[in-house]
Protein backbone atom coordinates (compact mmCIF):
# COMPACT_ATOMS: atom_id res chain seq x y z
CA UNK A 1 0.00 0.00 0.00
CA UNK A 2 1.33 3.28 -1.14
CA UNK A 3 2.45 5.94 1.59
CA UNK A 4 0.31 9.06 -0.04
CA UNK A 5 -3.38 8.70 -0.96
CA UNK A 6 -2.70 11.67 -3.42
CA UNK A 7 0.54 12.26 -5.25
CA UNK A 8 1.03 15.23 -7.59
CA UNK A 9 4.52 16.31 -8.55
CA UNK A 10 4.82 19.03 -10.87
CA UNK A 11 1.81 19.11 -12.44
CA UNK A 12 0.94 21.97 -14.78
CA UNK A 13 -2.39 21.94 -17.10
CA UNK A 14 -3.19 24.20 -19.98
CA UNK A 15 -6.14 25.17 -21.81
CA UNK A 16 -4.55 26.78 -25.39
CA UNK A 17 -1.98 29.59 -23.77
CA UNK A 18 -4.19 29.58 -20.61
CA UNK A 19 -2.15 28.25 -17.70
CA UNK A 20 -4.67 27.36 -14.84
CA UNK A 21 -2.20 24.85 -13.24
CA UNK A 22 1.47 26.05 -12.82
CA UNK A 23 4.07 23.12 -11.16
CA UNK A 24 1.78 21.95 -8.94
CA UNK A 25 3.42 19.90 -6.17
CA UNK A 26 0.70 18.14 -3.65
CA UNK A 27 1.17 14.88 -1.28
CA UNK A 28 -1.44 13.97 0.80
CA UNK A 29 -0.88 10.77 3.28
CA UNK A 30 -3.91 8.58 3.59
CA UNK A 31 -5.80 9.09 6.67
CA UNK A 32 -5.77 12.82 6.25
CA UNK A 33 -8.26 15.34 6.12
CA UNK A 34 -7.00 18.03 4.25
CA UNK A 35 -8.77 21.49 3.04
CA UNK A 36 -8.46 23.11 -0.52
CA UNK A 37 -8.76 26.71 -0.24
CA UNK A 38 -8.55 29.83 -2.45
CA UNK A 39 -10.52 32.07 -4.77
CA UNK A 40 -12.92 31.46 -7.66
CA UNK A 41 -10.41 30.50 -10.40
CA UNK A 42 -7.56 29.82 -8.54
CA UNK A 43 -7.44 25.96 -9.98
CA UNK A 44 -9.43 24.32 -7.29
CA UNK A 45 -12.17 22.73 -10.01
CA UNK A 46 -9.51 21.83 -12.14
CA UNK A 47 -6.73 20.08 -10.02
CA UNK A 48 -9.84 17.77 -8.71
CA UNK A 49 -10.44 16.78 -12.50
CA UNK A 50 -6.82 15.97 -12.78
CA UNK A 51 -6.96 13.88 -9.46
CA UNK A 52 -10.24 12.15 -11.28
CA UNK A 53 -8.75 11.43 -14.08
CA UNK A 54 -11.58 13.63 -16.12
CA UNK A 55 -8.46 16.06 -17.14
CA UNK A 56 -5.30 14.73 -18.77
CA UNK A 57 -2.23 16.99 -17.34
CA UNK A 58 -0.37 19.04 -19.97
CA UNK A 59 2.81 17.78 -18.40
CA UNK A 60 3.47 16.33 -14.58
CA UNK A 61 2.08 13.10 -12.78
CA UNK A 62 -1.01 12.78 -10.83
CA UNK A 63 -1.32 9.55 -8.85
CA UNK A 64 -4.34 8.49 -7.17
CA UNK A 65 -4.47 5.21 -4.39
CA UNK A 66 -1.16 4.42 -5.98
CA UNK A 67 -2.36 4.55 -9.35
CA UNK A 68 -2.06 7.18 -12.26
CA UNK A 69 -5.34 8.96 -12.04
CA UNK A 70 -5.56 9.05 -16.29
CA UNK A 71 -5.54 5.18 -16.19
CA UNK A 72 -7.33 4.48 -13.19
CA UNK A 73 -9.14 0.60 -13.30
CA UNK A 74 -12.44 0.17 -11.68
CA UNK A 75 -11.08 -1.61 -8.85
CA UNK A 76 -9.26 1.82 -8.11
CA UNK A 77 -12.67 4.02 -9.14
CA UNK A 78 -14.66 1.68 -6.43
CA UNK A 79 -12.73 3.55 -3.77
CA UNK A 80 -12.94 7.01 -4.64
CA UNK A 81 -16.22 9.14 -3.77
CA UNK A 82 -17.14 12.42 -5.38
CA UNK A 83 -19.14 15.35 -5.25
CA UNK A 84 -19.16 18.31 -7.76
CA UNK A 85 -19.95 21.90 -7.13
CA UNK A 86 -23.06 21.21 -9.62
CA UNK A 87 -25.03 17.94 -8.92
CA UNK A 88 -26.73 16.08 -11.76
CA UNK A 89 -29.11 12.94 -11.68
CA UNK A 90 -31.70 11.36 -13.41
CA UNK A 91 -34.79 13.70 -12.68
CA UNK A 92 -37.19 11.36 -13.65
CA UNK A 93 -35.87 9.22 -10.86
CA UNK A 94 -36.76 8.89 -6.64
CA UNK A 95 -34.30 9.40 -3.91
CA UNK A 96 -34.93 5.78 -3.02
CA UNK A 97 -34.48 4.42 -7.03
CA UNK A 98 -31.32 6.78 -7.53
CA UNK A 99 -29.43 5.19 -4.27
CA UNK A 100 -30.60 1.79 -5.39
CA UNK A 101 -29.13 2.32 -9.26
CA UNK A 102 -25.99 3.49 -7.70
CA UNK A 103 -25.67 1.40 -5.34
CA UNK A 104 -25.56 -1.45 -7.43
CA UNK A 105 -22.08 -0.51 -8.96
CA UNK A 106 -20.63 -0.72 -5.55
CA UNK A 107 -19.37 -4.54 -4.02
CA UNK A 108 -18.92 -2.60 -1.04
CA UNK A 109 -21.87 -0.30 -0.20
CA UNK A 110 -22.87 0.24 3.53
CA UNK A 111 -26.92 -0.20 2.93
CA UNK A 112 -27.01 0.60 6.70
CA UNK A 113 -24.82 3.70 6.23
CA UNK A 114 -26.45 5.32 3.43
CA UNK A 115 -29.78 4.71 4.82
CA UNK A 116 -28.44 6.79 8.18
CA UNK A 117 -27.51 9.30 6.28
CA UNK A 118 -30.41 9.53 4.47
CA UNK A 119 -32.44 9.80 7.77
CA UNK A 120 -30.14 12.51 9.15
CA UNK A 121 -30.48 14.74 6.19
CA UNK A 122 -34.16 13.97 6.26
CA UNK A 123 -34.22 13.03 2.06
CA UNK A 124 -37.97 12.22 1.03
CA UNK A 125 -36.94 8.91 -0.40
CA UNK A 126 -40.32 8.87 -2.69
CA UNK A 127 -39.89 12.54 -4.07
CA UNK A 128 -38.27 12.51 -7.58
CA UNK A 129 -34.84 13.93 -7.73
CA UNK A 130 -36.04 16.43 -10.66
CA UNK A 131 -38.02 19.34 -8.50
CA UNK A 132 -35.47 18.56 -5.36
CA UNK A 133 -34.33 21.38 -3.59
CA UNK A 134 -30.81 22.51 -4.35
CA UNK A 135 -30.27 21.79 -1.04
CA UNK A 136 -31.84 18.42 -0.98
CA UNK A 137 -29.76 17.96 -4.48
CA UNK A 138 -26.48 18.40 -2.73
CA UNK A 139 -27.75 16.17 0.26
CA UNK A 140 -28.09 13.48 -1.85
CA UNK A 141 -24.59 13.62 -3.92
CA UNK A 142 -22.97 13.43 -0.49
CA UNK A 143 -25.07 10.16 0.36
CA UNK A 144 -23.93 8.62 -2.97
CA UNK A 145 -20.14 9.73 -2.22
CA UNK A 146 -20.36 8.32 1.08
CA UNK A 147 -22.44 5.02 0.76
CA UNK A 148 -19.79 2.90 0.09
CA UNK A 149 -17.00 4.94 2.54
CA UNK A 150 -14.33 5.49 -0.14
CA UNK A 151 -10.95 5.42 0.81
CA UNK A 152 -10.38 8.85 -0.65
CA UNK A 153 -13.70 11.45 -0.50
CA UNK A 154 -12.78 14.12 -2.81
CA UNK A 155 -15.80 17.35 -2.09
CA UNK A 156 -15.82 19.73 -4.57
CA UNK A 157 -17.67 22.94 -2.48
CA UNK A 158 -19.95 20.25 -0.84
CA UNK A 159 -22.14 22.67 1.18
CA UNK A 160 -22.27 25.79 -0.97
CA UNK A 161 -26.40 25.18 -0.86
CA UNK A 162 -26.86 23.42 2.66
CA UNK A 163 -28.69 24.55 5.83
CA UNK A 164 -26.59 25.07 9.05
CA UNK A 165 -27.86 21.65 9.98
CA UNK A 166 -27.67 20.08 7.09
CA UNK A 167 -24.19 21.63 6.97
CA UNK A 168 -23.42 20.06 10.64
CA UNK A 169 -24.38 16.38 10.63
CA UNK A 170 -22.43 16.83 7.19
CA UNK A 171 -19.50 17.71 8.58
CA UNK A 172 -20.00 15.16 11.52
CA UNK A 173 -20.37 12.36 9.20
CA UNK A 174 -16.86 13.15 7.55
CA UNK A 175 -15.12 12.94 10.94
CA UNK A 176 -17.29 10.15 12.01
CA UNK A 177 -16.14 8.08 8.58
CA UNK A 178 -12.12 9.38 8.63
CA UNK A 179 -11.58 8.76 12.87
CA UNK A 180 -10.44 5.67 11.48
CA UNK A 181 -7.70 6.96 10.25
CA UNK A 182 -8.11 4.46 6.54
CA UNK A 183 -9.96 7.30 4.85
CA UNK A 184 -8.43 10.31 2.96
CA UNK A 185 -10.76 13.55 2.98
CA UNK A 186 -9.86 16.07 0.05
CA UNK A 187 -12.24 18.81 0.88
CA UNK A 188 -12.71 22.31 -1.28
CA UNK A 189 -14.99 24.97 0.31
CA UNK A 190 -15.24 28.82 0.70
CA UNK A 191 -16.00 28.06 4.53
CA UNK A 192 -13.25 28.73 6.30
CA UNK A 193 -15.12 27.95 9.08
CA UNK A 194 -15.97 24.51 8.15
CA UNK A 195 -12.25 23.90 6.91
CA UNK A 196 -11.59 24.30 10.85
CA UNK A 197 -13.42 21.80 12.26
CA UNK A 198 -12.84 19.02 10.48
CA UNK A 199 -9.56 19.43 8.50
CA UNK A 200 -5.62 18.79 9.74
CA UNK A 201 -4.07 20.26 6.81
CA UNK A 202 -4.91 22.86 4.61
CA UNK A 203 -3.63 23.86 1.06
CA UNK A 204 -3.93 27.30 -0.37
CA UNK A 205 -3.81 28.09 -3.93
CA UNK A 206 -3.84 31.36 -5.72
CA UNK A 207 -3.44 31.50 -9.40
CA UNK A 208 -2.99 28.01 -10.42
CA UNK A 209 0.03 27.60 -7.79
CA UNK A 210 0.24 25.93 -4.09
CA UNK A 211 1.05 28.57 -1.89
CA UNK A 212 1.13 26.82 1.61
CA UNK A 213 0.21 22.96 2.26
CA UNK A 214 0.60 21.56 5.67
CA UNK A 215 -0.91 21.33 8.98
CA UNK A 216 -3.19 24.06 9.89
CA UNK A 217 -1.82 24.89 13.04
CA UNK A 218 1.52 25.36 11.64
CA UNK A 219 0.00 28.09 9.00
CA UNK A 220 -1.34 29.73 12.32
CA UNK A 221 1.94 29.48 14.19
CA UNK A 222 3.39 30.86 10.98
CA UNK A 223 1.38 33.74 9.86
CA UNK A 224 1.20 36.77 12.06
CA UNK A 225 0.02 40.58 11.57
CA UNK A 226 2.89 42.97 13.38
CA UNK A 227 1.47 46.25 14.76
CA UNK A 228 3.86 48.69 14.56
CA UNK A 229 3.69 52.40 16.69
CA UNK A 230 7.38 54.14 15.75
CA UNK A 231 8.49 58.11 17.34
CA UNK A 232 7.93 59.55 13.54
CA UNK A 233 6.39 58.90 10.24
CA UNK A 234 7.60 55.71 8.28
CA UNK A 235 8.86 57.02 4.93
CA UNK A 236 7.12 55.70 1.91
CA UNK A 237 9.71 53.03 1.32
CA UNK A 238 9.07 51.15 4.41
CA UNK A 239 8.59 47.21 3.75
CA UNK A 240 9.19 44.02 4.89
CA UNK A 241 11.38 41.22 2.63
CA UNK A 242 8.28 38.74 2.29
CA UNK A 243 4.84 40.80 3.60
CA UNK A 244 2.04 39.62 2.07
CA UNK A 245 0.40 42.86 3.06
CA UNK A 246 1.51 46.49 4.30
CA UNK A 247 -0.08 49.46 5.46
CA UNK A 248 1.36 52.29 6.06
CA UNK A 249 -0.24 55.59 8.12
CA UNK A 250 2.04 58.38 9.30
CA UNK A 251 3.93 56.53 12.90
CA UNK A 252 1.85 53.69 12.13
CA UNK A 253 2.41 50.84 9.90
CA UNK A 254 0.25 46.85 9.72
CA UNK A 255 2.79 44.18 7.88
CA UNK A 256 1.46 40.59 7.24
CA UNK A 257 4.14 38.26 7.10
CA UNK A 258 3.78 34.79 6.07
CA UNK A 259 6.77 33.61 9.06
CA UNK A 260 6.67 35.41 11.83
CA UNK A 261 10.18 34.98 14.29
CA UNK A 262 11.49 36.71 17.38
CA UNK A 263 14.12 37.58 15.49
CA UNK A 264 12.13 39.54 12.87
CA UNK A 265 10.31 41.22 15.55
CA UNK A 266 13.41 42.16 17.16
CA UNK A 267 15.06 43.58 13.85
CA UNK A 268 12.15 45.50 13.34
CA UNK A 269 11.95 46.99 17.09
CA UNK A 270 15.83 47.84 16.46
CA UNK A 271 15.66 49.00 12.73
CA UNK A 272 12.68 51.42 13.52
CA UNK A 273 12.70 52.09 17.23
CA UNK A 274 9.06 50.99 17.05
CA UNK A 275 6.80 49.03 19.42
CA UNK A 276 5.20 46.05 18.08
CA UNK A 277 2.33 43.84 18.94
CA UNK A 278 1.93 40.64 17.03
CA UNK A 279 -1.45 39.24 16.61
CA UNK A 280 -2.37 35.86 15.72
CA UNK A 281 -5.15 34.87 13.32
CA UNK A 282 -7.90 32.57 12.49
CA UNK A 283 -8.06 31.03 8.82
CA UNK A 284 -10.34 33.12 7.44
CA UNK A 285 -8.17 36.28 7.93
CA UNK A 286 -5.02 34.39 6.87
CA UNK A 287 -6.64 33.41 3.62
CA UNK A 288 -7.96 37.43 2.76
CA UNK A 289 -4.44 38.29 3.72
CA UNK A 290 -3.18 36.36 1.19
CA UNK A 291 -5.07 38.37 -1.28
CA UNK A 292 -5.33 41.48 -0.42
CA UNK A 293 -3.01 44.44 -1.94
CA UNK A 294 -0.02 44.02 -1.04
CA UNK A 295 1.23 47.14 -0.10
CA UNK A 296 -0.62 50.54 1.06
CA UNK A 297 0.59 53.76 1.87
CA UNK A 298 -1.37 57.12 3.64
CA UNK A 299 0.14 60.45 5.24
Sequence with gaps: MTEFAIDVSHLRKQFGRKVVLNDVTLKIPRGQITGLLGLNGAGKSTLIKC???????????????GKDAWDLEDQQKMRLGYVPQEVSLYPWMTVRQI??????????????WSDELLRRW????????GPLSVGQKQKLALVLALGHRPELLILDEPVAS??????????ESILEMASDE???VL???HITSDLERVASHVALMKEGVILFHDEL??????????????ASDLPQSFSVQGALRTEVHGRNAIVTVPSASTALVDELQDRWSAQIAVEDLNLEEIFLEMHAQPTSHSN
Excluded at 51 to 65: A, E, W
Excluded at 100 to 112: C, E, G, L
Design 187 to 189: FST
Design 217 to 230: DTLKDQVKRLRLET
Design 182 to 184: RHT
Design 99 to 112: VNYVSAFYTNWDNA
Design 122 to 129: ELPLSDRF
Design 51 to 65: LLGLLRPTSGSVTVL
Design 162 to 171: LDPVARRWFL
